[in-house]
């Protein structure tokens, strides 16, 4: 039973500068793909993203090559994201399972549409764990909004909170490309329909859906934040302007006063 792994190792990948010191055949790249060859029936497949999928690859293989690539990693992760899947192979006919698929040949590109899928459900377990944390503290806020009647921040660590939230958020958003077909899946009938079959299996199309909804809810109460926030100065504003005010009507009363003596 042959098997594909992907792994989680970093928020992200430098695979320009991976690209050009790994020497392994490589079958195919882009700006956030590359997928290798590295034996006559072993392949990697690396994304931008931070994930790495191998096809026939050991633990002891698997680990050697995770510290090959460490250096070109963005904030490694220390608990690491991994889905496992089988491949089956001279079945009768293509047949998906839960975590398995029966398949009646395989090449270079039914191998890695395969490892995109899989790769793509590691990432969506990732993203979700992420769009959840932000959800968590989110609400936070709002409870202590809702209980105090306002925000238990401070001016300067509000816009930090914000500004981190945002950079999250728009990782995630710059990262969510992946869910899209391969255009060899368009030219190929074979191709597109064990796309759609391994898509359904991984439950990508719903899960993708749930990750944009947790952010557009993000999204809103960062502008509520923000307007709150924009409320708390304009306020301040106002009550320097009264003070100086009052301060420039007592003096004036005071001269007066003072003058006629």
Known sequence: MLKVSSFQIADSIDIKTFKSVFTAELLYSDSDEL???????????????????????????????????NPYCKNKLDNRLSEEFEIETNAPRMKL???????????????????????????????????NILLEETNYHTQILENKGRLDLSGVSLKKYIGRTLNIKNRITANLYIFDSP???????????????????????????????????????????????????????EWVIIILILVEVVNLFVERIFGKT
């Open 97 to 131: 399972g839960f975590n398995k698929i029966e398949l009646t040949s395989i090449d270079s590109n039914v191998l890695r549409l395969v490892m995109l899928n899989v790769s793509q459900s590691v990432a969506l377990d990732y993203y979700s764990q992420t769009t």
């Open 35 to 69: 997928f290798y060859r590295t034996d006559s029936d072993a392949f990697i497949y690396v994304f931008k993203f931070g994930i790495v999928g191998f096809f026939n690859y050991n633990e002891l293989q698997i680990a050697g090559f995770i510290e090959v690539i």
């Open 183 to 237: 255009d060899e899946t368009w030219e190929d009938e074979n191709l597109n329909k064990l796309d759609v079959g391994l898509k359904k299996t991984f439950d990508l199309q719903a899960r993708f859906r749930t990750i944009l909804e947790g952010l557009a809810i993000v999204k809103e109460n960062l502008e509520l934040f923000k307007d709150i926030l924009q409320y708390r100065n304009s306020t301040r504003l």
